[in-house]
């Protein structure tokens, strides 16, 4: 037998040793939980109990979901560092089949500002701006902590490259 649920994964890595430990968290929820905040909370913490030190989110476009997500684990009293899981649009098809996989909620502003008959270069510099702009509004809001180091691994160097510069600025 193998493993069932990631919280199986961080027991086993934990009881290794050595590691500093990610797990997911979800803003706007598990697609599994049929959107039970307490369950994912309490998912979150289990794992933070089994050895988790830090979790990054599922891309999501509402900070107030993020913010709800850190008071809820820290009234809890988690000292789960979660970092934010800010998402660069690329690609407009390819963003509404994740959300669609993920149960993220697309708002309307973002659907109507990504037309699918956008090109490629558009959608490129909107999802530039975009993202750099929600980045700004969640270091704003609270001391989040969004460097170039902790972008999602899949966001391409020019992402980087340009969001570090926009960020600079």
């Known amino acids: 037998g193998g493993l069932n649920h990631s919280d199986e994964l961080v027991k086993l890595v934990s009881e290794v040793g050595g590691f500093e430990i990610g797990v997911a968290a979800f803003p706007d929820g598990h ?16 794992k933070e109990e089994l050895g988790a030190t830090f979790a990054t989110t ?6 107030s979901h993020y913010f709800n ?3 809820e684990l820290n009234r809890c009293g988690s000292n789960l560092e979660v970092i934010p899981g800010v998402m660069p649009i690329k690609n407009v098809k ?8 993920s149960g993220t909620n697309i708002p ?30 969640l270091m ?3 001391n989040t902590v969004l460097t170039r180091s902790n972008l999602l691994k899949f966001t ?13 600025s």
């Open 31 to 46: 697609p599994a939980s049929g959107g039970n905040f307490q369950q994912d909370i309490d998912v979150l913490l289990r």
């Open 58 to 63: 599922q891309f999501f476009f509402e900070a």
């Open 69 to 71: 997500l850190i008071s």
């Open 94 to 101: 390819q963003l509404k089949r994740m959300a669609e996989l």
């Open 108 to 137: 309307e502003p973002i659907l109507k500002t990504f037309s699918e008959n956008l090109d490629p270069e558009e959608v490129f510099k909107l999802g530039v701006e975009w993202a750099t702009n929600f980045s700004a509004e």
């Open 140 to 142: 704003e809001r609270k």
């Open 156 to 168: 391409s160097s020019k992402w980087c490259s340009t969001f570090s510069k926009t960020l600079s």
